[in-house]
Every structure is written in C-alpha cells, then in structure tokens.
C-alpha cells in the first residue's frame, strides 16, 4: 500500500484529484484526459507521472496508446478519500458528464468499423471465425432453446443456430448490420429471429429470457467484458447456460485497428475468473482451434451455467 503521507502529499493537487475520480470508474487515456480536463498533454502526463510514482495510478498498453486506471494497490484510505472529494471538487460534475461524451466517441468509433464492413463480413477473414469451433460450439446445444446471441454482427450464426432453436435474440450495436441481418433472414424465409438494437453491456433483453446465451468472438469488442458477462447472467433464466467462443490472449497488436478490437484475447484463467465473478458455476475451458495463417490465432471455448432455482 503506498505511503499515506506521500498520497496526501500528491493528491493535495485538486486537478490530481479530478483526475483520479475519472480513473476511479473509466481507464481512459492521455488524450481522453485532455479533452475531458481541458489541459494540455504535458499537464496530464506530468500528472499522471506522479500519480503513478506514487502507486496511485496504473497503465496498460492498448495499440498507440496507454490506458491508465485507479490502482488497486491505493486500497480503502484511498477510496476514503476520494468518496469525500467528489463532493468539495466543483468540477466533479462537468467532468462526468465530459467523460459520458468520449466515451460516446470511444463506442462510435467502433460502431463505425461495423457499419463500414457491414455485408462483407463473412468474406473476408476475420480472426477465431471457424467452422471447425463453432462446431464444438453446437455440440453443447440442447434444443429447443430461446437463444441470445450477442454481438451478433451480420447474423451467419443467428441464422444457424435458428435451425434447431426456439427463438433467437440478435443483438448488436451496428444499426447497419441488425439491417442486412434482417435482410438475409427474409431472403431465407426465416421468421424465429428476433433482430434488436443494443450493447452487449446494456442489453435490451428482460431478466430471465433466454435459455442459453452466446458470444461468437464478440466478447474481445467489448468495453467492459465483466460487464457483458453480468448482463449475460441476467437475462438467463436458471439452469440456463453461457457459451464463448473467442480469442486466447496475443499480441497481434494490429488488430486493434483492423478489426476493432478492445482486447487482444483473454487468458484462460482470466476468462475463467470473470465467468465466476459474473455468477457462473460449472465453468469449462478449452482451446478448441488454431489458424493455420499468420498470426495464428487460437480460439478458446469456456462453457458456463447459472444456479438453478431451488426447490420448495
């Protein structure tokens, strides 16, 4: 645990303080600061050099940039005190509401990538896109089955799984894409998809709907992956079950930019540890594929059920 008197020493700045309440609930980067903030670059960074010295802040490296975040290491005095400045700080206020603004930026930018390949998804080559793991995938399926599959993009695999299922949720942030989804359902005479507008950690899907929830490489899109696992938990009914396939953690840091990508794989014990943080028992994990191209990305497949209900 850092020094108490070197913390009071470096927080005693209030704009080190605005910046740590920021952190205390988004890891934002050198650029989101200045446009939240209004500082320069040197400002922040000068800031956040010395937040960090004192073991206040951490980074981690994402494409071109780094993405601070509260350290965990500042523990309760921290957290202490900062619950009290958040109301003696006059800009708390207009700083939350900045920060909702680049975050917007931050989904729409992502957005944008999936409208823009909208309708070629499918040719071209994506990342963990195999037949050969969503076909493990399917051998775990008992239908008939109410279905969410999030971050469902062009809907290939909604439309697959609609053969054996009761209903399908396609959910995807892409308004562009929930349109050719529909467009390609119709065109098949496929009437047990129900296409929706949403985020996967925000899901427009009532609690205890869904039998069986999926994430088909969708998960490494998300902001906040604990997040999307705890609405996952939600809209599933007990007894109910979650299935992801996605990528084991690498370092094509390419793919940030290429395919819009927020994480670069998860670990099997990361992704294990989120699933049981979420709520999920049972838990299962295994890699199931490997691309035979460069980079060669692996594929994971992690398997989890929520509590059934108990008996009276």
Known sequence: ??????????????????????????????????????MGQSTISTHLSQLKQAG??????????????????????????????????????????????????????????????????????????SWKSLAEAL???????????????????????????????????????????????????????????????ELPIVDGEVDLVFFSQSLHHAMHPERALEEARRILAPGGRVVILDLVKHRFEEARELYADEWLGFGEAELESMLEKAGFTGVEISMVDKSPQSPHFQTLLAVGETPRAAHL
């Open 1 to 38: 645990m850092p020094s108490i008197v070197k913390t009071l020493k470096v927080i005693a700045d209030p704009n080190r303080l605005r910046i740590l309440l920021l952190l205390k609930s988004e890891e934002l980067s050198v650029a989101e600061l200045q446009e939240i903030l209004a």
């Open 56 to 129: 206040l802040v951490e980074d981690r490296r994402t494409g071109k940039n780094n993405l601070y975040r509260l350290a965990a290491a500042g523990g309760a005095p921290l957290e202490e005190i900062l619950g009290d400045a958040q109301d003696e700080i006059p800009e708390t206020g207009d700083d939350r509401a900045a920060m909702r603004r680049v975050l917007k930026k931050r989904r729409d930018k992502t957005r944008a990538f999936f409208d823009s390949v909208a309708g070629r998804l499918g040719k071209d080559y994506v990342p963990g896109k």
């Open 139 to 201: 051998l775990k399926l008992i239908p008939p089955l109410v279905i969410a599959d999030l971050g469902a993009g062009e809907g290939a695999f909604a439309l697959l799984l609609a053969q054996r299922a009761k209903k399908v949720i396609a959910v995807d942030t892409s308004a562009k894409m929930i349109e050719v989804a529909r467009e390609q359902a119709q065109r098949n005479g496929i009437k047990n998809v129900d296409y929706r507008l949403g985020d996967m950690e």
